[in-house]
C-alpha cells in the first residue's frame, strides 16, 4: 500500500489551461504539504495544511489554490498556467503537529507547460 | 533570509569509494538538521540530527551535526551504484513548520 500517493504522475499541458494534482495519504497523519522541485532540483514549500487548515502559504502567486477536503487528502489546482509552473509537485505528509520534522514524500507528479 | 547550502552540488566516485557531503546552514530558531535521498522519484528519509556531536549511523551511512559551526556532514563508506542519487540536506526551524532544503547533492558511483 502506498503511504502517499499523488495523482496523475505526469501532466503535459498548454499554457493558460488549468489543472489539478491529488494527493491522499493513508498514515494518519495531521499535516501535509505541498513542495515544489525546479529544474535544479531545489526543492520549495508551497502550502502546509494541518488537519483541513492552512498553516503555510509561502508567496506562491494566487493561481494556486490548495484544497484539503479532510485530513487524509490534499489537492492542488492550479489556474492559468505558465511556462514557469513546469516543475515536479511533491506532496508530503508528517506526523508531528508542531515541527515539520520526518517528511513522507509521495512519488511527484512532473507538470510540463508548453 | 534561511540558507542551506550544499556541496559539492555533484560528485563522481568509484564504486568502494569513501564520500563526505557536507551542509551548512544560516537558519534562525533552528530545531533539527534533516538529510534525504533521492534516486528516481520521492525523497526518502535518511537522518535526523539534533544534537551537536552525536553521530547517527545506518549501515555504510553516517552523519553527524555541529551546531557551533553550523553545518552537517553525510559519509558514505565502501560506495555501491546503488547509493547513486541526490543526497538533500534540509533544517527544521522552531515554530515555522515546514522544511528549508538545500540544493542537493548529486552523487554517482561508477562501476
Known amino acids: 500500500d502506498t503511504a502517499v500517493s499523488q495523482t496523475p504522475k505526469y501532466l503535459v499541458t498548454q499554457m493558460g489551461n488549468d489543472k489539478s494534482i491529488k494527493c491522499e495519504q493513508n498514515l494518519g497523519h495531521d499535516t501535509m504539504y505541498w513542495y515544489k522541485q525546479d529544474s535544479k532540483k531545489f526543492l520549495k514549500i508551497m502550502f502546509s495544511y494541518n488537519n483541513k487548515e492552512l498553516i503555510i502559504n509561502e508567496t506562491v502567486p494566487n493561481r494556486f489554490s490548495p484544497k484539503s477536503p479532510d485530513k487524509a487528502h490534499l489537492n492542488l489546482h492550479i489556474n492559468s498556467l505558465e511556462l514557469g509552473d513546469s516543475a515536479v509537485y511533491f506532496c508530503?505528509?508528517?506526523?508531528?503537529?508542531?515541527?515539520?520534522?520526518?517528511?513522507?514524500f509521495g512519488e511527484g507528479s512532473r507538470l510540463t507547460v508548453l | 533570509e534561511d540558507k542551506v547550502v550544499q556541496s559539492p552540488l555533484s560528485l563522481v566516485v568509484h564504486e568502494g569509494d569513501t564520500v563526505t557531503l557536507n551542509c551548512s546552514y544560516e537558519?534562525?530558531?533552528?530545531?533539527?538538521l534533516l538529510w534525504y535521498k533521492q534516486e528516481k522519484k520521492a525523497p526518502t528519509f535518511l537522518f535526523m540530527l539534533t544534537s551537536s556531536g552525536i553521530e547517527k549511523k545506518s549501515g555504510r551511512l553516517s552523519s553527524i551535526l555541529d551546531k557551533k559551526e553550523l553545518f552537517s556532514i553525510l559519509n558514505i563508506t565502501a560506495t555501491q551504484t546503488g547509493d547513486s542519487a541526490i543526497y538533500l540536506c534540509?533544517?527544521?526551524?522552531?515554530?515555522?513548520?515546514?522544511?528549508?532544503f538545500g540544493q542537493g547533492t548529486r552523487l554517482t558511483i561508477n562501476p
Open positions: 534540509a533544517v527544521d526551524k522552531q515554530g515555522a513548520q515546514k522544511l528549508v
Open positions: 537558519v534562525t530558531n533552528f530545531r533539527s
Open positions: 508530503a505528509s508528517s506526523p508531528r503537529t508542531g515541527p515539520a520534522g520526518e517528511l513522507f
